[in-house]
């Protein structure tokens, strides 16, 4: 099983981690599939609204629900990531990849959905897989993977240097 994963306490760095590795894996002309999660800054308001840009094109979708500033619930919106999550495992069976990257094991996947199943569809397809780890959901993760995942220091070249690929040539 070829899974790996970044846990970073830092704010922003996991995401920032597997959307540059996006990046490079792409300049190197490797197939994509997954998402990498972008955060965007609204006026006015104290959280910023979640995107998830599909791999390999980057179309992007909203996964957050507008709650108002003085919510203080999950403003994640599950039926929004759930349409991603097809739309990945859709990508998955049609396109082929070489990687598949997930912006992070989260809450959904911790609880049995999300992209939980196309993380597993890949491993079985004997795919590479790379995902954020958000530390509070790491027991449900290691329960999940078996202990068998490996963690990595949150730097792209981490990722590559694990893939295989080296550092040499990232551009």
């Given at each position: ?47 910023c ?65 999300g992209?939980?199943?196309?993380i ?19 027991g ?24 295989s ?7």
């Amino acid at each position: 099983m070829r899974l790996a994963y970044v846990s970073s306490l830092e704010r922003g760095r996991n995401d920032a981690v597997v959307a540059e590795v996006a990046r490079l894996l792409q300049a190197r002309g490797l197939r994509l599939v997954g998402v990498v999660q972008r955060n965007v800054e609204r006026p006015g308001r104290t959280d910023c609204d979640m995107r998830l840009a599909l791999l390999p094109d980057g179309e992007a979708t909203s996964i957050t629900q507008d709650l108002g500033n003085a919510a203080d619930g999950c403003r994640l919106d599950a039926g929004a990531l759930e349409l991603a999550v097809a739309e990945v495992a859709r990508r998955l069976a049609a396109d082929g990849a070489d990687v598949l990257l997930i912006n992070k094991f989260g809450k959904q996947e911790a609880e049995g959905r999300g992209f939980r199943d196309v993380i597993a569809e890949a491993l079985v397809r004997g795919l590479p897989v790379v995902l954020g780890l958000n530390p509070e959901n790491a027991g449900a993760f290691h329960e999940f993977t078996e202990g068998a995942a490996t963690e990595l220091p949150a730097d792209p070249a981490s990722v590559l240097d694990w893939l295989s690929l080296g550092t040499a040539s990232a551009a």
